[in-house]
């Protein structure tokens, strides 16, 4: 696991940015949420440069709430669409979101069909992620098994409640998700994780120098061996 520090979010976002632009023309993975929002602004501006175009590149993304419209502005569907195939200049039909509506007998039979479409796609060159507060990535939450796929889970009482400040309030936070699993991740060939703000701190501590383990999801990223960590000094701020 490579670690890479630099004092602001934008910074650690540019570095993160010389990491993915190698895969355009291939296979991406895209987390969604505040954490990769610099790095995407970062690579929309070397596609507006003209130095990068995802044209040809196919994404997909890591996750979507369970029981959201995907035309809700806060879906994953509708955030894949404004902060990354519009900016990025990716094809809308290269780009994959896992389903999250319709009955949960769809639901369900959608996710087991996502790591066979990833696998016929080539598998993901690089997939980009957050961490939560509480060390999940995607939403595999504490508790999350190492060889799990993509699937239905519960999110975290503290998942919902950090996600409320995207929805009028926290009871509109849906409580459940489709996500890629643990095992899915790990396939990718390499995996850049960013995280900013002392908030995530903790979390960045128990990935990095924590057991490797179900308590703390992103703590299996130790398992792979092309992993790159872009955090700014604040959430970078408890490794010893
Ligand atoms: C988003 C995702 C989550 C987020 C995490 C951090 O697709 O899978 O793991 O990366 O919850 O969220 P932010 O970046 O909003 O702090």
Excluded: W
């Amino acid at each position: 696991m490579r670690i890479i520090v630099r004092d602001t979010a934008v910074e650690a976002a540019e570095h993160a940015a010389d990491l993915v632009v190698d895969s355009a023309g291939g296979v991406l993975g895209l987390a969604t949420g505040s954490s990769p929002q610099p790095l995407y602004a970062a690579l929309a501006a070397r596609v507006a440069d003209g130095s990068v175009d995802f044209g040809r590149t196919r994404g997909f993304a890591l996750d979507e709430y369970v029981g959201l419209d995907p035309a809700h502005p806060e879906s994953y569907h509708s955030i894949i669409a404004r902060d990354v195939i519009g900016p990025l200049g990716f094809s809308p039909s290269r780009v994959f979101v896992p389903a999250g509506s319709g009955t949960l007998d769809e639901v369900d039979a959608r996710a087991l069909d996502y790591d066979a479409a990833i696998a016929a796609a080539g598998g993901v060159d690089v997939q980009i992620l957050g961490i939560g507060s509480n060390g999940h990535i995607g939403f595999n939450e504490p508790g999350s098994a190492a060889d799990s796929v993509t699937r239905r889970v519960d999110l975290a009482p503290s998942t919902i409640a950090a996600n409320s400040r995207f929805f009028r309030s926290a009871g509109e936070v849906p409580v459940q998700a489709v996500t890629q699993g643990i095992s899915t991740i790990l396939r990718a060939r390499s995996i850049v994780l960013v995280a900013s703000g002392a908030a995530k701190a903790r979390a960045v501590r128990a990935a990095v120098e924590g057991p490797v383990g179900e308590s703390c999801p992103a703590s299996f990223l130790r398992l792979h061996d092309e992993v790159t960590l872009c955090l700014d000094s604040a959430a970078a701020s408890q490794l010893g």
